[in-house]
């Protein structure tokens, strides 16, 4: 099958037109005896090639034009632009229609991209809405028993009224602590905080942190031990703030899913030319091979994490991820079930 181009076409109606005209020659050539047969060849050639370059011509500028107007407004819709510059120069009418279709295969494939990403932006929407108000909820039903109880009679009763606003405080604070999570996530997930790099003592850092969670540590009967061999300056160049929260949240995670007779808390620094790798190990309940992926994603927990439910808001590892990719460093995560875990980190020397 031919090819069904401006000029194919051109060519069939020239030819048809030409054959024609050629005809009627031939006719009047046959009544009338007198009439010479050159000039009838001549003028059906004239006829042919005429007709041929008019016909072209015009479906040419019938399709350029109207094309045009369509490529214009693709290229309009899309987001770059780029493209009007890429065929810029190549707008005769013969390349138009290779361009056209480009143009709108190339269109076609953006928005398929951006529907994809669409997609995946609303699903997000939908579990991080899921997520969160699956998590209010536990603290604000907490509440509202504790509140029915007490305007139940409960508030006369000196052996429970205390216990019970106690018990709605944590509940509230557990709120707070979550709605903090969220407020400093999305900061983090919007770019809006900007580090703030400086040279500091690592090893000074993890001492402050073990006395901030002292208590919590005492309570749950862990040991916070800083390995002997990082006893020494460990001077590094990061964000003082950020890195005190991912010690913070590391060793929080750490004492929570630690428990038992001789549970421990060990952090052990490595030097590595430029940098210093950090560890944060614990002997507690381990986590197993299938979450070890998953652990740092927003409100992931897993099964055993989940049923400790100690007002953690599964938002602690995604933060401390986002932290360290912050600072352009890496972090990992092993475990064995039932033996421990340990988290590792890097840092640039100072
Ligand atoms: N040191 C650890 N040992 C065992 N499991 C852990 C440890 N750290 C984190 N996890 C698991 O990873 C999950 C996510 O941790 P995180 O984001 O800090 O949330 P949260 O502490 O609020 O539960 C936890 O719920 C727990 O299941
Ligand atoms: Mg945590």
Known sequence: MVHSSPKNIALL????????????????????????????????????????ISINYSINKFIYAR????????????????RENKHKGENRPSDVLDIVNQVVLEWGKEQQDEIENLKKGA????????????????????????????????????????????????????????VDDLEYISKLETGELKLKIEDFDLSRMVNEVYEFLEIKAAKNNTRLVLHPNSLRNINVKADKKRIRQVLINLVDNAIKYTDGENSRVTIVFYDFHDKYLIEVKDNGIGIQEASLLRVFERFYRTDSGRSRDEGGSGLGLAIVKHIIEAHQ??????????????FSFTLNKA
């Open 13 to 52: 109606n020239a030819l048809i037109i030409s054959v024609i005209f050629g005809l009627a020659y031939s006719a009047l050539f046959i009544i009338y005896d007198n009439i010479p047969v050159e000039p009838g060849i001549l003028l059906t050639t004239f006829v042919f090639l005429l007709s041929y």
């Open 67 to 82: 094309i045009k107007v369509i490529y214009k407004s693709i290229g309009m819709m899309t987001t770059s632009g780029k």
């Open 123 to 178: 699903k997000y929407r939908r579990e991080f809405i899921g997520n969160l108000s699956h998590e209010l909820k536990t603290p604000i039903f907490n509440i509202q028993g504790y509140i029915s109880t007490l305007l139940e009679g409960g508030l006369e009763d000196d052996k429970i009224n205390r216990k019970f606003l106690q018990k709605s405080e944590k509940s509230i604070n557990r709120m707070i602590a979550l």
């Open 329 to 342: 460093q890496t972090i990992s995560v092993r475990s064995n079930e039932g033996e421990g875990t340990t």
